[in-house]
């Protein structure tokens, strides 16, 4: 039999998909790609009548058992940069790039950042390299993030400027060797209510403690939320990522401590992002 080419293994793997994922033709693509070691779009231009690579059945089979295409290959591009990912980090959503947008936009000009519960570092890190100037650093409790957050930091040339530490802000005195205040905080914390039901490509690979937040999801900002006043700079702003029919409780949440807030929405138009500041 013929070797099967790069061009007909996608076309069987985006069949061989199509039950597990809505998306099944570009999973295919990426994955082969990634099988390649090159970039789709050259894949898509030069690669298609060249042998398809033994790793590439392998790589299928993990996607067909719903893992999220970004732990298969290890790689999430967010705000236009190249994140590494990994089963320790949420993989960054494209929704959230209004967090960072809203954050550019409303502090063009600050020199120290926090990102509280910074994962993979994406949101930290797309800001600090769109504001030159600017200092970060990115907290998370998970010890497995914090290595990833420094790889990409160190990845994407700006090392120099974040730095991640391992912290908990339900731990008294968390924030005691930040450096604070901060122009711009931001925050993407885990708010999911424990009632959900996720798709099976979160719900099995992505880590709970970044994604659930009691009951009604709302835990973490009640404790995060109101110590926000004391971590902001004067005309500091905070932006917070909350699910989106929660705006009105965390809005609330932010009111109680002494902050008014703006709603920013997503792509989808859903709410999305509070900018919390202290100025009235
Ligand atoms: N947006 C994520 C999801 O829907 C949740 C992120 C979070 O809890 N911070 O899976």
Redesign the pocket.
Known sequence: MAERTVGEAIRDAAERLAGSSDTARLDAEVLMAHALGCSRSSMLLSRMRDPAPKGFAALVDRRAEHEPVAYVTGHQEFFGLPFIVGPDV?IP?G??EVLVEAALAARPDARTVLDC?TGSGALLLAVLANLPEAQGVGIDRSPGARVVATANADALGLGARARIVEADWHAPGWDDALDGPFDLILA?????ETTVA??RS?AAY?PAE????GED?LDDYRILVPQLPRLLSANGVALV?I?YRQAASVAAIGQEAGLSSRLHRDLGNRPRVLEFSTAA
Not at 210 to 213: D, F, I, K
């Open positions: 949420l959503r929704d959230s519960g993407n914390p885990p708010y999911v996720l798709d979160v992505e970044a994604l659930y937040s999801g990522e699910g």
